[in-house]
T-cell receptor, first 111, second 115 residues
Framework: KQEVTQIPAALSVPEGENLVLNCSFTDSAIYNLQWFRQDPGKGLTSLLL?????REQTSGRLNASLDKSSGRSTLYIAASQPGDSATYLCAVMTGANNLFFGTGTRLTVIP | DAGVIQSPRHEVTEMGQEVTLRCKPISGHNSLFWYRQTMMRGLELLIY????????DSGMPEDRFSAKMPNASFSTLKIQPSEPRDSAVYFC?????????????FGSGTRLTVV
């Protein structure tokens, strides 16, 4: 069974810092990897989707990379802002059309 | 499009009662998923449908849980009888295709509390 791990579990940074969130998965046979944001008490908002044939995707201050062979992905956030404070979840899709989620990284950006 | 719509947003019920959660997927999406989120176990897939047909229900905890999708625009997740350990946030998600091309869109969730 696919297992997805996110490190660190929690992260606090001062405003303006660049930061990297890590995601690793045990089975490299994936179709895609998706990064989500979840605000407290809210649903999940999709941030970036990387197909298995791609190496990275960018959206504004966010950049996600994928190294399928090593089972790793990173989410890079540039010039962090207090509004970026949330829990970030990565999820990988397998051939069974199932999304396996990591347990998330809780990010706090301190003004 | 209004996105994936779930109702109710919050539900508080007594142990033993029947609970029905509802979901309206994005129009045109032919895959629908029910997830449960708890602090202990994170997000877990309960069941998913393709073209209204249940494909994989191996994540459904036990027989007290059942899900239906009578048409392309509506699905229900029912718990009967409910127990305190069922307390969680239940999310519905939809996607346009089974598999690769597109990601999932999640609803805002239903927070269920069983007392």
């Amino acid at each position: 069974k696919q297992e997805v791990t996110q490190i660190p579990a929690a992260l606090s940074v001062p405003e303006g810092e660049n930061l990297v969130l890590n995601c690793s998965f045990t089975d490299s046979a994936i179709y895609n990897l998706q990064w989500f944001r979840q605000d407290p008490g809210k649903g999940l908002t999709s941030l970036l989707l990387i197909q298995s044939s791609q190496r990275e995707q960018t959206s504004g201050r966010l950049n996600a990379s994928l190294d399928k062979s090593s089972g790793r992905s990173t989410l890079y956030i540039a010039a962090s802002q207090p509004g970026d404070s949330a829990t970030y979840l990565c999820a990988v899709m397998t051939g069974a059309n199932n999304l396996f989620f990591g347990t998330g990284t809780r990010l706090t950006v301190i003004p | 499009d209004a996105g994936v719509i779930q109702s109710p947003r919050h539900e508080v019920t007594e142990m033993g009662q029947e609970v029905t959660l509802r979901c309206k997927p994005i129009s045109g999406h032919n895959s629908l998923f029910w997830y449960r989120q708890t602090m202990m176990r994170g997000l877990e897939l309960l069941i998913y449908f393709n073209n209204n047909v249940p494909i994989d229900d191996s994540g459904m905890p036990e027989d007290r849980f059942s899900a239906k999708m009578p048409n392309a625009s509506f699905s229900t997740l029912k718990i009967q009888p409910s127990e305190p350990r069922d307390s969680a946030v239940y999310f519905c998600a939809s996607s346009p295709l089974t598999g690769t091309a597109s990601g999932y869109t999640f609803g805002s969730g239903t927070r269920l509390t069983v007392v």
